[in-house]
């Protein structure tokens, strides 16, 4: 098993890798965007919960970094 260290190593060397800033940009909007048509529901906001979505402070930890 690996330690919170080792993981954060990782975590900032990819995050300072070629081409980071377009899967980072692809994570914003997959995980931030609500989309919907004519009317928002309460099914269009759930995918914003859902476990595999990023929330903000982990965003945020892979933009501070770049």
Known sequence: MRTEQEIFEELAA???SPG???AFAMLCFRDTI???SDEMTAQDMARLYSPS???RTELTTLMGLM
């Open 53 to 55: 979505a990023l929330i």
């Open 34 to 36: 609500v989309r919907f």
């Open 20 to 22: 980071y800033i377009h």
């Open 14 to 16: 990819l995050c300072i």
